[in-house]
């Protein structure tokens, strides 16, 4: 085991960056089973999400044809 304690500062700050760039890439590929999960468990979540990919959807075709869905 290594005693983090008697490492330089330099090799501490290696360690810790090292140890945020695993928790941020784990967080990144877990994202979808976490946005899955909330959205079992919570109503208002899942209506969040089916309204923020309609709207995003909508924007797509703007771009793309130019013109604007009436609903």
């Not at 085991?1 to 960056?17: E, G, Q």
Request: proline share 4%; charged share 25%; glycine share 4%.
């Amino acid at each position: 085991m290594i005693d983090i304690n008697s490492l330089p500062l330099l090799s501490k700050l290696i360690l810790a960056v090292g140890f945020m760039v695993g928790i941020i890439s784990l967080i990144i590929f877990l994202r979808y089973p976490i946005m899955l999960i909330l959205m079992k468990y919570n109503p208002k979540y899942r209506e969040y999400i089916r309204s923020s990919i309609a709207r995003k959807n909508k924007n797509k075709f703007v771009r793309a044809y130019g013109k604007r869905v009436v609903k």
